[in-house]
């Protein structure tokens, strides 16, 4: 009997949460904190199975307590696997055992549920690629889930990080790589990084190192960004593009391309090819002189502020470099600024398992493209720890009172829209819907802008109208495609549509 394809994955992420309390912690004399890891098996049958990490041997992960010691001698194809940590890579282990991911592939099963990916930031998400290289379909926890695990594991995630150093020094995981950038470039040596932009890293960082020392260069050398042959340290791509005083030299694709388009109908051009870890804070200072600002009266002092909170303009810069596709050569992240809007494009489709719609929704799970990049722009606080700066891209427009931002896909670009002002959705809408909205209605749609969801007494409230006006609002912008009525009765509200 098959399981049948009605099933609600979230019941199981939760299962998977509530066995992964009960790991068992290992003994160790180093001091070292084991990882709290739950693993669920569902059936093709439908039964159910789980396993914590630790739960029959001391040290035994969740998914080989799962797969080998509870169902060794079972079939288990289609089974369906929900794991609150990413299965270990081939290479992880020593030899001959067998890493988790492989165990699942030769388990036969297709389809797997991952929680938070392995926080070492140079071996994480190879787990991830081996199951998907060999044709299983990998999802991941909801967002809100994944921060419960992260937060439940927090003293493991700390000591991975500080130890890191050591773990990736040797090499694991030697046969899966996320991306080309990971291998040295024979034509670039240590002269070609900035030594401001290394400097700057590990001030801002808090580094004990100087940037001179070998100990800072092997450092380096285990975040993946150089590699050692022999006596001497040679820059991978990844190490270049960070801290490259000219990347876009050897990497066209690197950088940034920025343009102004003013309303007189006259664009203004600047490019962004230095040191990547550089780049926001030039962006910054670029669009400060450019962008019009307005009087902040919220303090006894006045202070002039930019209207458009740099903020979520640096959140989203990062995102494009960090999580952009460098295998697509031909195409550079892109800032485009409008009198309505600001446009951030980056090259590549989103990341699988990560949809365009929880990207709309800002409900995409936490996962990196580049972990190495990633990992340094979170130790310089201009990323979030794990994730697509989701939390940054739907809290601050709400403050701001500015419409939410919007993700398109326009290959092979992923554009992520800032509106400027909060008329800028209006002038965004498509022609034939703004033309059908008399002015009342474009007032309430500027509101709804700025929201997630919304109840018609909300509406009411903020609007000044009456219920009956309320509704016809509502009904004729869930018409319009603008809405998605959530519901009936009492507990009604709507979703707005990130279009």
Known sequence: MMVKKEFDPRKFMEKAIEVMRGSVHESRNDGKTSPRVGAVLLKSDGSIETASRGELREGDHAEYTLLERKNRDQKLDNSILFATLEPCAPGARNHPKLSCAERIVLARIKEVWVGIEDPDPKVDRKGIKHLQDKGVTVHMFDRDLQEIIRKENKEFIEQAMERADSVREESKSKDIKLSSLENIL??????????????????????????????????????????????????????????????????????????????????????????????????????????????????????????????????AVVNALVHRDYEIKGAKCQLVVTPDTINIKSPGEPLSPITLEQLKNFKAPMLSRNPELHYVFSQMDLAEERGLGMKTLQSL???????????????????????????????????????????????????????????????????????????????????????????????????????
């Not at 030594?195 to 700057?200: I, T, V």
């Not at 190490?239 to 007189?264: C, S, V, W």
């Not at 909300?458 to 509704?471: I, L, P, S, T």
């Open 186 to 315: 024979k034509t670039v040596s240590l002269d070609d990084f900035s030594e401001e932009a290394l400097k700057e890293y590990r001030s801002i960082a808090n580094i004990k190192e100087q940037v001179d020392s070998l100990s800072f260069k092997r450092r380096l050398v285990q975040q993946g960004l150089l590699k050692q042959e022999k006596k001497e340290f040679k820059p991978t791509g990844f190490g270049l593009l960070l801290f490259g005083k000219e990347p876009r030299t050897l990497m066209p694709q690197a950088g940034l391309l920025g343009t102004i388009n003013y309303p007189d109908g006259t664009d203004e051009t600047f490019d962004f090819d230095g040191p990547m870890v550089q780049i926001p804070k030039q962006v910054e200072q670029w669009l400060n002189e450019k962008l019009p600002s307005i009087i902040d009266r919220s303090h006894m002092q006045r202070n002039t502020r930019s209207a458009m909170p740099f903020e979520l303009i640096r959140e």
């Open 397 to 499: 427009p709400e403050r701001y009172n500015l419409p939410f931002p919007l993700y398109s896909f326009d290959n092979p670009y992923l554009t992520l829209t800032l509106y400027r002002s909060s008329g800028g959705a209006i002038k965004a809408l498509e022609p034939k819907v703004l033309l059908s909205l008399n002015e009342d209605e474009k007032v309430g749609w500027e509101f709804l802008t700025s929201k997630v969801t919304i109840t018609k007494k909300q509406y009411v409230e903020h609007m000044g109208f009456d219920d009956r006006k309320a509704q016809r609002h509502l009904k004729k912008f869930a018409d319009s495609g603008l809405l998605r009525k959530v519901g009936s009765g009492p507990s009604t509200f709507y979703e707005i549509v990130r279009q």
